[in-house]
C-alpha cells in the first residue's frame, strides 16, 4: 500500500526511551498494544549510536510481526519544536542529537521524536484518564519527573519545543544537586530518584525505623530504589510510608505552582512512583489544597493517577505520528512510507504541519 492510500487505521510502532528502560510496542488508533518488547537502556557513559541501535532493534522485532507504516519515539529530554532533535537529555548521553532523521535512514518509514512525557500525555488525553477533557496538566514521576501541558485539547510544546519540564523548576534555591547541573530542582524531591536518596540516608544513619530497607537490600544501600520504597511502604513499613508522605506533599506543593500558572481542571499523575497509589497521592492532594493560590475562592482542579501505566509513552507516541502525516505530504514522501527503498534525501525531510 502506498503513500497516497495509506489510511490511517493502518499500525503504527511506539517507543519509549527512559532512563532505565527502553519498551516498545505495535498500537491500533484506539490505543490498543498488539506486541511488546522491553529491554534496559543503554549506559547514558555510553555513545549514541548504541542507544539508536537498541531502538532500531526493538523495532525490527515488532516489524517482523505486523506490517506498521510510521514509528513514534518518546525520548526522556528537550526535544526541537521540529521534533526531530534531542537537543539534551540529563539521563542519556543525547546532546543535539539528530535522532529522527538517523533513525527514518535506517528504518525507511516515517518516524516523529517527542518529549516522552507529552507523548505519555497524550495517550492519557486521548484514551486515559483525561479522555474528553482538553486543559490537563501531566505529571510522570520516575527517575525524574517530566511534565506536559495541553491546553485547548492541544499539546503545549513552547516556542522552542522544550515546555513542561517541571522537574528542573527550582523549589529549593541551593538545595540538592540535580543531574541537569542545578541545584534544588523539583525531581530532588519529589521523584523516584529523590525517595532512594532518602531511604538511603536513613539506612545509614542506623536508624530503627529502617530495619526493613535494611533487610530488604541486605545492608547494601545501593540497591535500593524508589519502587522498594513503594513496594515496602504499600505493605505497611512505617518509614517507607513517611517517606512517600513526605515526597507527596512535595509533588502537591509543585502542582499548585503548575495550578496558578496554568489553570487545568485535572492534573494526571503517572508514572512508578505514582502507582502507590492513596499513599503518595493523598499526601499531594492534602499539600496542593493548602498550597493553592486563592484557596477556598477559586474552583480547585482534581489530581488523579494515570489510568495507562508503563505503556501510555509508547502508546501517545504511536499516535502522535499517526496525526503527523498529513495527507498532503504522504504522496511527496514516497518512499519513507514503504513503497520504495528510502534515499539519502530523507535527511533533509522536514514535516511541515500542524500536529496535536
Excluded at 492534602?286 to 502508546?315: D, S
Aim: aromatic share 6%; glycine share 14%.
Amino acid at each position: 500500500m502506498c503513500a497516497g492510500t495509506w489510511p490511517k487505521k493502518e499500525l503504527t510502532i511506539g517507543v519509549d526511551i527512559g532512563g532505565t528502560e527502553v519498551a516498545a510496542g505495535v498500537v491500533t488508533p484506539q490505543g490498543r498494544v498488539l506486541a511488546r518488547v522491553r529491554t534496559e537502556t543503554p549506559d547514558r557513559s555510553r555513545s549514541p549510536a548504541v542507544v539508536e541501535d537498541t531502538i532500531v532493534a526493538v523495532v525490527e522485532e515488532l516489524r517482523a510481526q505486523y506490517p506498521v507504516r510510521a514509528v513514534g519515539v518518546g525520548a526522556a529530554g528537550f526535544v526541537d519544536e521540529w521534533r526531530a532533535s534531542v537537543l539534551f537529555a540529563p539521563h542519556l548521553s543525547w546532546r543535539d542529537e539528530p535522532l529522527r532523521d538517523a533513525l527514518s535512514v535506517r528504518l525507511g518509514v516515517p518516524v516523529v521524536v517527542e518529549n516522552d512525557a507529552n507523548a505519555s500525555a497524550w495517550a492519557e488525553v486521548r484514551v486515559g484518564a483525561a479522555r474528553g477533557l482538553k486543559h490537563v496538566v501531566v505529571v510522570n514521576l520516575g527517575t525524574g519527573i517530566g511534565g506536559a501541558i495541553v491546553l485547548d485539547g492541544r499539546l503545549r510544546r513552547g516556542r522552542f519545543g522544550v515546555a513542561g519540564e517541571f522537574g528542573h523548576m527550582t523549589v529549593v534555591p541551593g538545595g540538592h544537586r540535580c543531574e541537569c547541573g542545578n541545584r534544588g530542582c523539583w525531581e530532588q524531591y519529589a521523584s523516584g530518584n529523590a525517595l532512594a536518596r532518602e531511604a538511603r540516608g536513613l539506612v545509614e544513619t542506623g536508624s530503627p525505623m529502617a530495619k526493613a530497607l535494611h533487610q530488604a537490600v541486605g545492608g547494601n544501600v545501593g540497591l535500593i530504589t524508589g519502587t522498594l520504597v513503594s513496594e515496602l511502604a504499600s505493605k505497611g513499613d512505617r518509614a517507607c510510608v513517611e517517606l512517600m508522605e513526605d515526597a507527596g506533599e512535595w509533588l502537591g506543593k509543585g502542582l499548585a505552582n503548575l495550578a496558578a500558572a496554568f489553570d487545568p481542571e485535572l492534573f494526571v499523575i503517572g508514572g512508578g512512583v505514582s502507582e502507590s497509589g492513596h499513599l503518595f497521592l493523598d499526601s499531594a492532594r492534602r499539600a496542593f489544597a493548602r498550597h493553592l493560590t486563592g484557596r477556598g475562592h477559586r474552583p480547585e482542579a482534581r489530581v488523579v493517577a494515570a489510568a495507562l501505566g508503563n505503556e501510555a509513552g509508547l502508546v501517545g507516541a504511536a499516535d502522535l505520528v499517526r496525526d503527523a502525516l498529513p495527507p498532503g505530504r504522504r504522496r511527496r514522501s514516497r518512499s519513507l512510507l514503504g513503497c520504495s527503498r528510502p534515499s539519502r534525501r530523507v535527511k533533509r525531510w522536514v514535516w511541515l504541519t500542524k500536529s496535536p
